[in-house]
């Protein structure tokens, strides 16, 4: 497949590097100038494009951004890519990092991003950390693998989604419509705990809407408590303590 990646961050490049090794035709984008796009393109099997190029000519495309950066993103970015262009997004909103959105309370974070891209997305990757995808990854079929949730109303789309997620290492939950996605967002039972399918169905039937603002604000406070920038173990840890309090 030719595929396409906005943002060359912890996780859009860990995805470029796993979907091209893969076999897969990649290329990438980010804000840098050119050359040094270029170098980071090439550190990952992929090829260096401008934003506009990255879209056309593929048959998937992959938004790793952060939340409040899809705003910067030139108008219509998406108007003639054809619609059987499958469309991902893996971002996630902090309010402390992101600035505070009321709209989030009324729709889930993805829809809000498909509206200002204009455009129907799958929600994918963004419930696993980036130690998770670096280092978790195991063959299909393999003991306790972990899984990832996929929301969206394209099953057509879910399908080839699952497929790529498969060759990254994980199993994969189908987590219903971009409607149904807040069950997959920060400060639910299914966010970034790295559990296998058949627990990660149970976390997201667990999920209440309501309550996951407010674990989400909770368990960033104490790890902001840390003395230092919080390591992968540790908000895994963090991530974990809270659902299993949640579950007792
Ligand atoms: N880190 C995690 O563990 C994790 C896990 C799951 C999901 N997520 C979510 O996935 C998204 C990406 O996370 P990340 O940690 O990979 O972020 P990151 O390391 O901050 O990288 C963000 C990337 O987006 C690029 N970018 C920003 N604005 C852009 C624009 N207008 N046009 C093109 N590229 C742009 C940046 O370009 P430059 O390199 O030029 O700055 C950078 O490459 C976030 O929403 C995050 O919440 C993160």
């Known amino acids: 497949m030719k595929i396409g990646i906005i943002g060359t961050g912890s996780i859009g490049s860990l995805l470029a590097k796993k979907l091209s090794k ?13 050359p040094e796009l270029e170098k980071m393109a090439t550190s990952l099997g992929a090829n260096a494009a ?10 998937a495309i992959i938004f790793s951004m952060p939340f409040n950066a899809y705003r910067d993103l030139p108008k219509d970015l998406l108007k003639e890519v054809p619609q059987d262009v499958v469309v991902m997004d893996t971002s996630n909103y902090y309010p402390f990092r992101d600035g505070k959105l009321p709209e989030l309370e009324q729709i889930s974070e993805s829809e809000y991003i498909s509206e200002i891209l204009n455009r129907p997305l799958i929600k994918v990757f ?17 003991q306790d693998r972990v ?10 789309h879910k399908k080839v989604v699952a497929a790529l997620v498969d060759l990254t290492g994980f199993d994969t939950v189908d987590a219903g419509s971009l ?20 627990e990660l169905k149970q976390a997201l039937a667990d999920a209440e809407k309501g309550k996951a603002p407010a674990v989400r604000d909770f368990i960033m406070d104490n790890l ?16 974990r303590l809270y659902e299993m309090g949640r579950r007792k």
């Not at 401008?50 to 048959?59: K, L, R, Y």
């Not at 899984?147 to 057509?156: E, L, R, T, Y």
């Not at 997959?184 to 399918?197: F, L, R």
């Not at 902001?224 to 963090?238: F, N």
Request: charged share 25%; aromatic share 6%; with cysteine.
């Open 22 to 34: 893969a076999g897969h035709q990649v290329k990438v984008t980010n804000t840098r100038a050119m």
């Open 50 to 59: 401008t934003i506009h190029e990255v879209v056309n000519d593929v048959d």
């Open 126 to 142: 963004n419930n696993m950390l980036e130690g998770t995808l670096k280092y978790k990854g195991k063959a299909a079929g393999a």
């Open 147 to 156: 899984a990832i949730s996929i929301a969206g109303d394209n099953d057509k």
């Open 179 to 198: 409607a149904e996605s807040w069950r997959q967002q920060p400060g639910t039972p299914a966010y970034c705990t790295e559990i296998n399918e058949v």
């Open 224 to 239: 902001m408590k840390l003395d230092s920038w919080p390591s992968y173990e540790e908000i895994l840890a963090g991530n």
